[in-house]
């Protein structure tokens, strides 16, 4: 395999060579399991873990390697590697966890396309969809909508249901696909770039798996597996997470994802409801909220059904959560600071005392 089917490009070998990595391999991430790491080059497959000092510098969840990252390594032994440090990534796909205020997680990095995969059905979620636009538009990676399971609802539901995702999401191509009968594959796979990294994003049971299998035409999802053996003497077991088509395509599965907060601050909301805020520049005042206040257009195009109410009630829902998780993440910074102070009047206070 050469560097640039596993999407290796002139930028990454530009970076290489302006900071002296050129002693080191460049590899990709294609697996990770706490903090072990399965990393693909050119010349093969290594399990490999970060150095000392890189953990030792590391201060969040961003230091470490996720899948999709491009790292550089030194190879020992046949199938072992050390993994120096990070390239910068183009792109990165942020998740905030349930329940751990203002933590983040990666999904993946260095995307260039999102499937968000919904299969029709009761997964189907048009808000949900929103939501993950969301996150694809703050990461500055391009969605692409694929309603899974089209077999189980039959025609016309698959189209109207297409044509009702269309209806409320614009610039966004929407496909409908079956694994079962094959509808939409062939589409799918001529729209796929050499090169290009695709992750699936959707809830668990959509059908991405099976999807990843159905693209590269051999269960690769399934009988995947491959073990690790640690130098501890413990053994972990790791799938793969990203997937070398036929056609160059580059794919990344995910387990699925019971619950995905946003944490925009790259103005991915604003994408989302493009057509909805694009009204707002006709409300009266200049710092509507629109949610109550008089002359709002929004509002005004919600009563007139020139916009959908449901569509509104989910950009309200979606402004809010970012607006909690920005507060949170304030909240925890200011605490750090103050303890980041009481630290440093503390040491003042030994010094002091050493010094009479
Ligand atoms: N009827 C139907 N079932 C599907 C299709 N794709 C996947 N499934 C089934 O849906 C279940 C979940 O699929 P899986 O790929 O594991 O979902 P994942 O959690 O998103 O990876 C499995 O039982 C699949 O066989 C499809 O296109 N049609
Ligand atoms: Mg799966
Ligand atoms: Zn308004």
């Known amino acids: 395999m ?3 089917d596993l999407g290796y490009n002139a930028d990454l070998e530009k970076y290489r060579t302006d900071n002296s990595l050129s002693a080191f391999e460049a590899g990709r991430i294609i697996a990770e399991h706490k903090e072990r790491y399965i990393v693909k080059t050119d010349r093969g497959e290594y399990e490999a873990e970060i150095t000392g000092n890189m953990r030792f510098t590391a201060s969040r969840r961003e230091d470490y390697p996720a899948v999709g990252d491009w790292v550089a390594i030194t190879v020992y032994d046949t199938d072992m590697a050390v993994i120096h440090s990070l390239f910068p990534r183009y792109s990165v796909i942020r998740r905030q966890e349930a329940g751990k205020a203002g933590e983040e997680q990666i999904i993946a990095a260095n995307i260039d396309y999102a499937f968000l995969v919904q299969a029709a059905g009761s997964d189907f979620s048009i808000n949900r969809l929103e939501r993950y636009l969301t996150i694809c538009y703050s990461s500055g990676i391009k969605p692409i909508i694929l309603l899974t399971k089209s077999d189980l609802v039959g025609e016309p539901e698959s189209s109207l ?37 695709y992750c699936m994003l959707g809830s668990s049971g959509a059908g991405k ?92 195009a919600i009563d007139k ?47 002091r005392k050493g010094d009479t």
């Not at 972990?236 to 387990?255: Q, S, Y």
């Not at 109410?309 to 909690?324: A, M």
């Not at 998780?325 to 630290?343: H, Q």
């Open 209 to 300: 798996s099976t999807l990843i299998n159905s693209l590269s035409g051999r269960s690769v999802m399934k009988t995947g597996n491959i073990s690790l053996s640690t130098n501890k003497g413990r053994h972990i077991t790791t799938h793969r997470e990203m997937i070398f088509l036929d056609n160059g395509g580059i794919v990344i599965d995910n387990p699925g994802m019971k619950e995905v907060g946003i944490t925009d601050a790259a103005g991915g909301l604003e994408v989302t409801f493009d057509s909805l805020l694009s009204l707002a520049v006709r409300c009266r005042y200049s710092n509507c909220t629109h949610t109550n206040e008089d002359g709002c257009a929004v509002i005004e």
């Open 2 to 4: 050469k560097p640039e």
């Open 161 to 197: 249901l297409v044509e009702s995702i269309r209806q409320r999401i614009s610039n966004v191509t929407v496909m409908a696909i079956s694994n079962v009968t094959g509808k939409g594959l062939d589409d799918l796979l001529m729209m796929i770039e050499k090169g290009k990294t």
């Open 305 to 351: 059904g020139l916009l959908s109410r449901e569509s509104y009630n989910n950009f309200l829902r979606l402004e809010r959560e970012k607006r909690h998780y920005e507060s949170t993440v304030e909240k925890r910074r200011r605490k750090d600071r103050s303890f980041g102070k009481m630290l440093k009047s503390y040491k003042k206070d030994l010094n």
